[in-house]
Structure formats: C-alpha cells, structure tokens
C-alpha cells in the first residue's frame, strides 16, 4: 500500500461510484422527503454532482442543527443529502481504502468488522492475560473531555495532509473540516467527523504503543484503556498520556480519567468487565427499564410501533447477551405486558461454547 494518495481523486470520481455513494447514503432513509426529491431526476442530479466535484465548484450546503438526548444531550449538525453522499464517496474511495488500514489493530471504532463487542472482549482478554502473568495488576481508564466539540481543525488538517498529496482530494478535506464557520470542533452528525475523529486518535495510539511501549491498550474512539503491571507504572502513563493529549492533540481528559487496581473491574463500551465474566453497566439497565415503562403505557393506549419496538427489544437482547445477563434478560421480559410479540430470552449461554 502507497504511504500517500497521489493522483487518485480523478480515477475514483466516476458517475458509478456516485451512484454507489448514493445507495449507501439513502440505505436507512429511503423514504425520507430529501431522498425521494433526489431521486425524482436522479441521473440529472448525479451527473451534476459529478460535474462540481471535477470543475473543483463544489461547495457543502449549510447545516440544520437539532439536539438528541440519548445516551446523553448533543448538538447534531446534519447536512443536505447531496453533501451526504460526497461524504460517503470520500470515506468509501479514500479513507476506508487508503488510511484505515494504517490503523493499529486494537482501534474499534468505525472500523468494519470490529465495534463495541470486539473492543469489550478484547479488553477482558487483555484483563485475563494480566491476570495469569502478575495476578494483580493496574487498569488505566481515560477519555477525552467533550471530544468531538474540541477537535483542533488546523492539527487534523494537517494530520491528513500527511496522508494526502492529490490538490483536488486535498481541497475537498480542506471544505469538509473548516465549511461549517466554527473554530474548532467537528460537527456530530457528519458521516466523515467519525472517520476524522479516529483518524486524529490514532495519533495517540501510535504513541502508546511506539513510545510509551504499552502492550495491552484498547481504544474505541475517545475511550481508552490501558493495562499495566504496577501503580507506579499507571502514575507515570497516566502522566504521559495526559501531557500528550494536552501539548499534541490539544485536548483535555476528563475528570473521570483515572488509574486504580483490577479487582475494581472496568467499566468499558457498555459493560462492567471482570476477568471471567461482564455485566451490563447500571446506566444501561436503568434505560431500558424507562424504556419498557414507555411501551406498556403506549401499548395500552393502543399507540405502540410494534414492528419499531420488536426491531429495539432484538437490538437490547442481543447487546446484553454479551454480558451474563438471563436474568436481567429474564426480569425485563417478564415485565411487558405485551411480551407474546416479543423473542423470549434464550437460557444462559454466556462464556459457554456453543
């Protein structure tokens, strides 16, 4: 693989790969007021878009900014749908071909094949492996503090520019990370700001794993972990990490970053994870009971999505599944009132084989 993309924008910017662009965009919207004007004169308005990224005219649209308050309140800024494809053509030509596999293996997030699941068992490997050499042993936990709205935009430009040397892909990164007027921050919501995000973090997992020369470390988007033999050790990596963050990235850890003994568990991706088993973190289960509170009440008054809800209940009782969760399975099952709809939770089948 090339270390740097020279002369492919041209090659990859073809009337099909748009089309393509478009299928991935519209995939969970196809029924949406914006998807379905685009494809009124859908040839007419590829072709045009295809037409403004070849000249160098395009420009994105401006954003529409709305609040979400699950898992906890943000700000999204969404963008026109054509801006979305763009979005996707870029990420699925370039970034997903060219710089994600420049990864480290133990990066999770936005990566295909890997996600909450797999950072949340290979983090109990790690937790086992430290067990088996030291018996006990320190756990550095850290995220960053209001990640997303702190992104440096002159520090990830100049990041990718590493990467690029094509003038006109390189333009087209420039309007990605400074159209939408704010000095720093990527804006939540943008297909490309995750893929921007884990790009800017790789940065410091290089350093961990090439500086700091830590073995067992974990990292899915801005919450990483590291194991390491003594407390004297996880001081010291803490230290480092925090002045690397703050000088390089120029980011801050939040408060809840810390460094503290094993048998404290790991609270990681969703889960609380000991060295032989992992249980669904509190905030997890307090959600889905509010959740199903919700859903008696609808379905009762006879206003429940049903499909929607089956689609939610398949999600959560596979999420948990993941963690020794029956009788939590179990407990919620049994209190919705509808439930006969429902798939009933299979018998405990956590850690065993199957």
Known sequence: MPHTIRNEFDKHLTIEALFDAHERASKTKRNSYEVLKFEIDLETNIVNLYKKLKNGTYKMGKYR????????????????????????????????????????????????????????????????????KYGTYYIVKCDIKGFFYNIDKDVLYNILKRFIKDEKLLALTYEFIYNDGEEVGLPIGNYT???????????????????????????????????????????????????????????????????????????????????????????????????????????ERGLLDLDKTVLEWNSWLAHSSHGKCYKLQMDIYNKIIFKEYLKKPYVETYGRIL
């Open 65 to 132: 900014t709305f609040k979400i308050y699950e898992p906890k309140e943000r700000v999204i800024r969404a963008l026109p749908y054509v801006d979305r494809i763009v979005h996707q053509w870029y990420v699925y030509e370039f970034i997903k071909s060219y710089v994600v596999p420049r990864f480290i293996n133990d990066s999770y997030a936005c990566i295909e094949g890997r996600g909450t699941h797999k950072a949340v068992d290979r983090a109990q490997e790690y937790m086992r492996c430290m067990k088996n």
């Open 193 to 299: 700001s995750q893929f921007f995000a884990n790009i800017y973090m790789n940065e410091l997992d290089h350093y961990v794993k090439e500086v700091l020369k830590i073995k067992y470390y974990v990292r899915f988007m801005d919450d990483f972990i590291m194991f390491v033999k003594t407390k004297e050790e996880a001081k010291k990596v803490f230290l480092d990490i925090s002045k690397y963050v703050r000088e390089v990235l120029h980011l801050e850890l939040n408060n809840k970053s810390r460094y503290y003994p094993n048998k404290m568990g790991l609270d990681f991706c969703g889960f609380r994870i000991y060295g032989s088993y992992r249980l669904l973190r509190k905030r997890s289960i307090k959600k889905v009971k509010r959740k199903v509170k919700r859903w008696n009440v609808l379905y």
